[in-house]
């Protein structure tokens, strides 16, 4: 498992992560959520090393990246597809690293194939790589090891639907053998489908963290109407929070039972009444890290 205890990290009289503890168990994907700046890749990057915490400890199956004997065997790690040397193609950049880690040179064919890079791709040099064909590579690189435990930084970026949704899968499946899984992703709606676990971080401090089905649970109803204004004041005159989504929706902080009887009493036909889903999540995300939005900032701030 990644276990972070109290973890903060200052650049002089910025913090950038501020006491961050949480863990992601095995077996499991967890979602690390946040807005930009939000202190995601300062995390991520403390976990594997490359950051040195100012206070506190990140471990991977109990021990810091830095003590693991051969680290790549045990973690994969990727946290930016275009870090890759341009001028040397994707076969050549899977054997060097199988043959840093000692792995079988038939290892190299086994993840080009499993993340769907062909024999002709992975002989151009990565300067001519699409973003989607870098984020296959990026991938192979950190599979190639073999490891139990994943580390990802927006993975999803520059893979069309068709690659989405394989990426899906192959973070599914590895979490369903056992595989830990650290997914850090601006597609709300994608951490939404594979996550186990959530994590939301804002200006460096967690905002909450638990099973994605207890926070979206407590996430409310998505309800939509054709009078919408006649049920929003229904629901405040009963005390229900609520807030508007779209042009005919309603986001309610009760559930679907408790909004429907309320509908039926003030007599306003609904079109649609749902636990929340993937818009759920989006509406928790929004509140959750409101004050670190850069839409909500004021004018003249700092981006």
């Known amino acids: ?181 650290l997914l850090s992703s601006h597609l709300l709606h994608e951490v939404e489908v594979v996550a186990d676990d959530l994590v939301v971080i804002g200006n460096g401090r967690i905002v909450a963290q638990g099973a994605k089905s207890d926070l979206l649970a407590s996430a409310g109803s998505m309800v939509r109407t054709t009078d919408r204004d006649v049920l929003a004041r229904a629901l405040d005159a009963a005390g229900i929070p609520m807030s508007h989504v779209g042009t005919d929706a309603l986001m309610v902080q009760a559930d679907a039972d408790q909004v429907g009887h309320t509908a039926f009493a003030a007599g306003v036909p609904v079109l649609e009444l749902r636990a929340a889903d993937g818009a759920g999540l989006e509406e928790m995300f929004l509140q959750l890290t409101a004050d670190t939005q850069r839409d909500n900032q004021p004018e003249g701030a700092l981006a």
């Open 1 to 181: 498992m990644i276990t972070l205890e109290s973890v903060s990290r200052t650049y002089g009289d910025f913090t950038a992560v501020d006491h961050v503890t949480f863990t992601a168990q095995p077996g499991r994907v967890t979602g690390f959520l946040g807005p930009n700046g939000a202190g995601k890749s300062t995390t991520m990057r403390i976990v594997v090393g490359l950051t040195h915490p100012t206070t506190g400890s990140a471990t991977v199956s109990g021990r810091r990246y830095v003590d693991l004997p051969n680290p790549g065997r045990e973690v994969g790690v990727l946290l930016d597809a275009s870090a890759q040397h341009a001028g040397r193609t994707g076969r050549e950049i899977l054997t060097i690293a199988q043959r840093f880690m000692g792995l079988p040179r038939a290892r190299v064919e086994e993840v080009l194939d499993r993340v769907g890079l062909t024999p002709d791709e992975s002989a151009r040099r990565v300067r001519d790589y699409s973003l989607g064909m870098r984020q296959r590579l990026g991938l192979a690189t950190a599979l190639i090891g073999d490891p139990s435990v994943l580390i990802l930084d927006e993975p999803a970026n520059g893979l069309d639907p068709a690659g989405i949704r394989w990426m899906r899968g192959l973070l599914r499946d590895f979490a369903d053998d056992g595989g830990t899984v």
